[in-house]
T-cell receptor, first 117, second 112 residues
């Protein structure tokens, strides 16, 4: 297992365009999380899935954001009509059943850096 | 609402020094606390996880302690090396929740 994989690593888009990011979690992890991190800040929670069910969404997740996890495997995060304020690092994490109680809790991916110009 | 604060925001030390990073949280009803390392422009690497019932965890030169009642955790790094240079993030998981609340991190620079 190679850990949590995120694609693309970098994305530059023009304001108003739609973007989609992908996250492939560790195969035996049934929980998948999306976080957003802006410069100089800690990551902030966006949403999480248990298997294919989206169990919680943050108030940060505006109507322009949508996340899916079909079949409980990989997940996609789409941002419609991007704005400059969406520029950030988008991090995906996964955890074992029980929500991160293993020795290393959550495992994060390398992130997708979005720049909206 | 849980709030996590990390002090100092930045720290610069010469190689070989022992150092302590501090993390405080406002709500002591936590499930666990996790320390992460983040290199510039990269994702997060988990270092240590402490369950609420534990007092400390050790991994190599790293030791993390937890005082839940006072809302504090410390990350102790022994014999620092230039390769330890990174941002260190503290995150808590509240009881009854699955998500993490992060501090803003401590940016560490270890000079040769």
């Amino acid at each position: 297992d190679t850990g949590v994989s995120q694609n693309p690593r970098h994305k530059i888009t023009k304001r108003g365009q739609n973007v989609t990011f992908r996250c492939d979690p560790i195969s035996e992890h049934n929980r998948l999380y999306w976080y957003r991190q802006t410069l100089g800040q800690g990551p902030e929670f966006l949403t999480y899935f248990q298997n294919e069910a989206q169990l919680e969404k943050s108030r940060l997740l505006s109507d322009r954001f949508s996340a899916e996890r079909p079949k409980g495997s990989f997940s996609t995060l789409e941002i419609q009509r991007t704005e400059q304020g969406d520029s950030a690092m988008y991090l995906c994490a996964s955890s074992k059943p029980g929500g991160g109680t293993g020795p290393y809790g959550y495992t994060f991916g390398s992130g997708t850096r979005l720049t909206v110009v | 609402k849980q709030e996590v604060t990390q002090i100092p925001a930045a720290l610069s030390v010469p190689e070989g020094e022992n150092l302590v990073l501090n993390c405080s949280f406002t709500d002591s009803a936590i499930y666990n606390l996790q320390w992460f390392r983040q290199d510039p422009g990269k994702g997060l690497t988990s270092l240590l996880l402490i369950q609420s019932s534990q007092r400390e965890q050790t991994s190599g030169r790293l030791n993390a302690s937890l005082d839940k009642s006072s809302g504090r955790s410390t990350l102790y790094i022994a014999a620092s090396q230039p390769g330890d240079s990174a941002t260190y993030l503290c995150a808590v998981r509240d009881s009854g929740y699955s998500t993490l609340t992060f501090g803003k991190g401590t940016m560490l620079l270890v000079s040769p």
